[in-house]
């Protein structure tokens, strides 16, 4: 059977991991390829690195990156952030990364997914998307990282997506993500059960029960967090482990 | 299934003796670079080329690929790689994209394909409006789910309460992106593997099962995994993003002799 899918997501600037505590046998938290490796090794399903840099000359980094992440890691991973050109990914893809995310580039210009999925293939075009409810009770989307609302309700936005060829979406509710309360539920839901593509749920996760109900009521095809993982509240082994149970899991 | 979980594999005792000259098709489709990460990981040197000659020398070839069959199939003819591959004497190892080339025909873009397999390349096609959603609590993409206490929507709609029409089965994506697991080796390629074993696939289109299935995966219904005839094997899976358990078939591969 196809497994539910684990992704820790590691924040990267200027070629290191931000956020990321000592694990066992790591030398260097901040080394993107160790955490990267030790992930593997617990049993990530597959990795996203979101490249938080702003400047174009330290994109270089990022190609750099991604080859010796791939020369490394015998599993799948993402990358994104501020990801905008076709170009660009052509370079990311083949220094080995399997997939790109994309965002408000493509929110502004959504001939940029069309233009990647024709490129490259729709399975290796992510959608990524910041939502959050307003008082209204509707989800909708934000750009730049959060900071820019926009007057597009969220399904509306995921479904032109696959139309032009996004082959999964990544979408982080910003009223969950930091609380540790759980993942968004309802609009994972209302994604994950109405689009034909995968839907990967960020934002929220704060303990192993989270990662439960969002595969099991929201149907969620992959779960995705970066803080417990890297503070190593929850080992993804025990958390395989746990849901093992209860939904399909590679362990 | 237990050492899917450690990532690393020994290298090749001795990699020039046991694996040869490995030769990767540069072709305009697929994450060459992934494959000979891969190889290099397993203390193995392999080099990509589209050179006809350079292929043929080889003592062992890869035929990766990921992308679309209809423009890959139109690369590979104007260069004549078409038919060198199917004249090829030395173990071929097709993946992905390059497993359904290797078939007859592909339903994407109705490609004629290279012919070495009997199989039909077919897009997967989720059963219409099967599942429970949600709210029934019961795991999705459970084998044998019968709940089923709403349909989905044909499109999602912005606005509750607009008109929801029957959609497909939301336990079953396209493209199938993920672990699954694989079943009935009947190939060297799977040698020290156990059964249920997990590979890591990407892929919307997927050959049939025939006799010339060695592996069997289930996703909708069951499919060929791998195939193999004679020379010719081939994965549907990436055994290069498939850690340890596609660490063991590449190594296989290389050390068919």
Redesign the interface.
């Known amino acids: 059977?196809?497994?539910?899918?684990i992704i820790p997501c590691l924040d990267i600037k200027d070629g290191r991991t931000v956020k990321g505590i000592n694990f066992e046998g790591i030398r260097d938290a901040g080394d993107p390829v160790e955490l990267a490796?030790s992930y593997?090794?617990?049993?990530a399903?597959e990795l996203v690195f979101l490249d938080i840099t702003a400047t174009v000359e330290k994109r270089k980094t990022l190609v750099e990156l991604v080859k010796k992440i791939?020369?490394?890691?015998?599993?799948?991973f993402t990358v994104g952030g501020g990801i905008s050109k076709v170009e660009d990914v052509a370079l990311l893809?083949?220094?080995?990364a399997?997939k790109v995310s994309v965002n408000t580039a493509a929110f502004n210009d959504p001939r940029l997914i069309e233009n990647l999925s024709d490129a490259?293939?729709?399975?290796?075009v992510v959608l990524a998307i910041d939502t959050k409810k307003e008082a209204n009770g509707?989800w909708y989307v934000y750009l730049n990282g959060g900071r820019t609302k926009t007057n597009t309700?969220t399904?509306?936005w995921?479904?032109q997506a696959v139309a032009l060829g996004a082959?999964?979406i990544l979408l982080t509710s910003m009223n969950n993500d930091g609380t540790k309360n759980g993942f968004a539920?309802d609009i994972t839901?209302?994604?994950?059960?109405?689009?034909?593509?995968?839907v990967i749920a960020s934002g929220g996760a704060g303990t192993m029960q989270h990662f439960k109900e969002v595969?099991?009521?929201?149907?969620a095809?992959?779960a995705l967090a970066a803080s417990i993982f890297h503070y190593n509240e929850i080992k993804i082994?025990d958390l395989k482990k746990y849901l093992h149970p209860?939904?399909?899991i590679?362990? | 299934m237990s050492h899917s979980l450690h990532n690393t594999a020994l290298p090749v005792s001795s990699s020039e003796g046991l694996a040869g000259r490995i030769a990767i098709v540069k072709y305009n489709a697929g994450n060459v670079q992934s494959v000979q990460y891969a190889l290099q990981r397993l203390g193995v040197d392999s080099f990509v080329t589209d050179d006809e000659e350079e292929i043929k020398a080889a003592d062992k070839v890869i035929f990766p690929g990921v992308g679309h069959a209809a423009p890959a199939m139109q690369y590979l003819r104007e260069r004549a790689l078409d038919k060198l591959i199917v004249s090829l004497q030395q173990p071929v190892l097709g993946i992905c994209l390059g497993l359904q080339l290797m078939c007859k025909h592909s339903e994407e873009g109705d490609t004629k394909c290279l012919g070495i397999f009997d199989e039909e390349v077919k897009l997967f096609m989720p059963p219409v409006g099967t599942a429970g959603l949600a709210v029934s609590g019961v795991p999705v993409g459970t084998e044998g789910q019968t709940g089923s206490t709403q349909t989905g929507a044909a499109l999602l709609v912005g606005t509750a309460g607009q008109t929801r029409s029957t959609r497909t089965n939301p336990a079953f994506k396209v493209p199938q992106i993920g672990w699954n697991s694989i079943y009935n080796f009947k190939s060297v390629l799977f040698n020290g593997l156990m059964e249920a074993e997990f590979v890591y696939a990407v892929h919307s289109y997927y050959a049939a099962l025939g006799k010339e299935t060695v592996a069997t995966t289930n996703y909708i219904q069951p499919y060929s995994a791998a195939l193999q005839k004679n020379n010719f094997y081939a994965v549907q899976f990436h055994p290069e993003k498939s850690g340890l358990v596609g660490e063991t078939i590449l190594k296989n591969f290389i050390s068919i002799s």
């Open positions: 059977m196809l497994t539910k899918r490796r593997s090794e617990q049993g399903d791939a020369s490394n890691i015998n599993i799948p893809l083949q220094n080995g399997d490259f293939g729709s399975q290796c509707e309700l399904i509306d995921a479904n082959g999964e539920l839901a209302r994604l994950s059960n109405g689009l034909p593509v995968p595969f099991e009521n929201a149907n095809d992959a082994r209860f939904v399909d590679r362990r």
